[in-house]
């Protein structure tokens, strides 16, 4: 079974920075496009970024440009968030997940979430 | 910026019954287009990816059709477990607002 696992979230204060982890298990991200995507409490989700394993192209939502950037790991299983300048409105569920490379639309396999909450 | 709305916002219906939700995109999508089953609790679950095609172990009674702007999933014979909010999204980036399908 693919599974995907989110880890490093947590409470920091506004203007902090963060470091989202995202690992998969019995697969390699290489014929893949790694998402993020989040979702603040009673709100729909959001997408925030996507990372091509294949061209190495990422985009970001215009909410993170700037401030968010998408890393890969050393190993063909992992990938990074860093988020820099963090805000209240950044708070929410982070999931990572993954979709093969021919889907132009729409994201397979989605991990549980990492809780990510910005207070002062 | 692509703008995507849903309609209805909330659909009551009952066991059995069909169920038609819109989405439509501020400019043409061609075909990419997905959509998704959310539940509380959980990540969402795609049905529908490239407009019309079910994701892999998704029921028949799913279907999405549209191309261009204007998009349906069609739920055919509801079950009671199919209570969930659900959104379109294009091209595995921007999510609508979602529509809430609730048992009547």
């Known amino acids: 079974e693919v599974q995907v696992v989110e880890s490093g979230g947590g409470l920091v204060q506004p203007g902090s920075s963060l470091r989202l982890s995202c690992e998969a298990s019995?697969?390699?991200?290489?014929?893949?496009?790694i998402h993020w995507v989040r979702q603040a409490p009673g709100k729909g989700p959001e997408w925030v970024s996507s990372f091509n394993w294949i061209s190495t192209a990422v985009d970001y939502a215009d909410s993170v440009k700037g401030r968010f950037t998408v890393s890969r790991g050393t190993a063909r299983n992992s990938l990074y968030l860093q988020m820099s300048s963090l805000r209240h409105e950044d708070s929410a569920l982070y999931y990572c997940?993954?979709?093969?490379?021919?889907?132009?639309?729409?994201?397979?396999?989605w991990g549980q979430g990492t809780v990510v909450s910005v207070s002062s | 910026e692509i703008v995507l709305t849903q309609s209805p916002a909330t659909l009551s219906l009952s066991a059995g019954e069909r169920a038609a939700l819109s989405c439509r995109a501020s400019?043409?999508?061609?075909?990419?287009l997905a959509w998704y089953q959310h539940k509380p609790g959980q990540a969402p679950r795609l049905l529908i990816y490239d407009a019309s095609n079910r994701a892999p172990g998704v029921p028949a009674r799913f279907s999405g059709s549209g191309s261009g702007a204007a998009f349906t999933l069609t739920i055919y014979s509801l079950e009671p477990g199919d209570s969930a909010v659900y959104y379109c999204q294009q091209r595995s980036t921007s999510f609508g607002p979602g529509t809430k399908v609730e048992m009547k």
């Open positions: 019995r697969f390699t991200f290489d014929d893949s496009v």
């Open positions: 400019r043409s999508l061609g075909t990419d």
């Open positions: 997940a993954k979709t093969p490379f021919y889907y132009n639309s729409g994201i397979l396999f």
